[in-house]
């Protein structure tokens, strides 16, 4: 019996230090859980403060190359083009237009996208690439682009070349005073914020067509199935009001005795009849009941006046 004792609390101890290891075991992996996610969350902060350090040194820079442009900027000179070729590219126009002096930047507005359909739809194998409404270009001083402007106005694109395929197309150029490329670009984000913003007004109102859509359609199905727990409760009052007809019709003519007027109104009610004797009437037969005399009737209740 010792012995038994001895190894059952052998065991129990083990046991013990089983679950005090095990649970030393999930303390450490919570700390080190822990440590990972502080870790972690250092790493994050560290990240997000040296993004925003980014993110400012980024601002400054521009800051100061839209200062140093700015002070350029009035030096340079803009060209606008009202007529772009067919298959005429940026690079290709630059070619043409730095034989007579720096050119910085180049801006070509591409053609709508549903003029390009049609144009595609109506000329089949023929020119299907992109093409340009009109552009920009940016000279790096004012009177080279003013004398380009004067000198190219109306004037062949490539009047030397004759087999080339802007030989018969002319220059459609002017020079812009007082207009900086800056202008151009705040004109290009209000357009592309306008086209955003109608955008949002449209998907706006289509999510609303949705939700209304979507509501009715819950409410359509509410109201049928309200309508179709009506119809089931309609019809098994009425079974039931047939049932209990049924029940109360053969009560009656069992018992022999008429239905009344209240168990036809309350035909959900079940009627319980009881046999009653049946009234005699004074017809002077055999089972007539005897009569009392008046002489008897007034000492019972006594002589009045005749």
Excluded at 49 to 71: F, P, W, Y
Excluded at 184 to 195: C, G, S
């Amino acid at each position: 019996m010792e012995d038994e004792k001895e190894n059952s609390s052998v065991s129990r101890s083990s046991e013990d230090d089983e679950e005090e290891e095990e649970e030393e075991a999930d303390e450490t992996k919570k700390q080190a859980r822990s440590r990972k996610r502080s870790e972690m969350r250092e790493e994050q902060q560290q990240q997000g403060e040296g993004e925003e350090k980014n993110k400012t040194k980024k601002k400054k820079n521009r800051r100061r190359v839209l200062e140093e442009q700015a002070k350029v900027g009035g030096k340079r000179g803009i060209c606008y083009l009202s007529r772009i070729p067919p298959h005429l590219k940026p690079l290709k126009l630059r070619h043409l237009l730095s034989q007579f002096g720096e050119v910085l930047r180049i801006y070509l507005a591409p053609e709508d996208a549903a003029a390009r359909r049609m144009r595609r739809k109506r000329v089949k194998g023929g020119n299907s690439g992109k093409n340009f409404t009109e552009g920009w270009v940016e000279f790096a001083h004012k009177s080279v682009a003013k004398k380009v402007a004067e000198m190219l106005n109306g004037e062949s694109m490539e009047a030397n070349r004759r087999r080339s395929a802007y030989h018969y197309d002319l220059w459609n150029i002017k020079y812009l005073r007082k207009f900086k490329w800056e202008n151009l670009t705040e004109e290009i984000a209000y357009k592309n914020a306008v086209r955003e913003q109608r955008l949002a007004a449209e998907i706006s109102a289509a999510k609303k067509e949705r939700d209304f859509y979507l509501s009715r359609v819950d409410q359509s199905r509410a109201i049928n199935s309200m309508e179709e727990r009506k119809r089931k409760r309609k019809k098994q009052e009425e079974e039931e009001a047939a049932q209990a007809d049924g029940d109360s019709s053969a009560l009656g003519t069992r018992e022999g005795g008429p239905i009344s007027a209240a168990g036809k109104k309350n035909n959900n009610k079940p009627l319980r009849f009881f046999p009653q004797k049946k009234t005699v009437v004074d017809g002077g037969g055999a089972h007539a009941t005897p009569r009392l005399g008046l002489d008897v009737l007034s000492k019972v209740f006594g002589q009045k006046g005749e």
